[in-house]
């Protein structure tokens, strides 16, 4: 088993920059693909960015273009999301998202994660 928790979600100004953590504990090491996924009230889960296992390879969802920023301590067993340029639109509860056995076709898609934190809520206000 996988726990997940995350953290520093918060009321932000437009333009303004937060950095969230993510910490995995129990059954979670250099070979698990964490990633942020992020949710909008009506909307479905989106891909925001992940890390690929081994390599620490990022990939980013194509809304990001450049404004976010994944990174990983393996050390401390957590990912970061550093956010700049933060837009209304990014309003959401951000998840941060853990699996030991994902393959890369398949990294974006949600459903694929088998481990989820609880999210953290960004409110970005314009």
């Known amino acids: 088993q996988v726990q997940l928790l995350e953290s520093g979600g918060e009321l932000v100004q437009a333009g303004g920059s937060l950095r969230l953590s993510c910490t995995a504990s129990?059954?979670?090491?250099?070979?698990?693909?964490m990633a942020w996924f992020r949710q909008a009230p009506g909307k479905e889960r989106e891909f925001v960015a992940l890390?690929?296992?081994?390599?620490?390879?990022?990939t980013y969802g194509d809304f990001v273009k450049g404004r976010f920023t994944i990174s990983r301590d393996y050390g401390k067993n957590t990912v970061y999301l550093q956010m700049n340029g933060l837009q209304a639109e990014d309003t959401a509860t951000y998840y941060c998202a853990l699996d030991n056995n994902i393959i890369l076709s398949s990294r974006r898609d949600p459903d694929q994660y088998d481990y989820w934190g609880q999210g953290t809520q960004v409110t970005v206000s314009s």
């Open positions: 129990g059954h979670a090491s250099r070979s698990s693909t």
């Open positions: 890390m690929w296992r081994d390599t620490g390879r990022p």
